[in-house]
């Protein structure tokens, strides 16, 4: 018999909530910067928005570059 691989999916998105969480900070100050277009996120309902994980990702990486 072969191995088998762990075929759990990597997630893609996230919630404002974990976002805040993600960056260290709170779940208002990340809707804030969600709303202010400072968090990129995409709002998929009135009341449902995400966020990419990978924009989070450029995101800070773009925050530790000289001038960013």
Excluded: F, H, W
């Excluded at 900070?25 to 995409?42: D, F």
């Amino acid at each position: 018999m072969g191995k088998t691989a762990d075929t759990k999916a990597e997630r893609l998105v996230c919630t404002i909530e974990e976002a805040g969480q993600m960056l260290g900070i709170s779940r208002g100050t990340a809707y804030m910067l969600a709303n202010t277009g400072r968090l990129p996120a995409i709002r998929i309902s009135d009341r449902r928005i995400i966020v990419p994980i990978k924009a989070i990702d450029e995101l800070l990486a773009s925050a530790s570059k000289p001038g960013g």
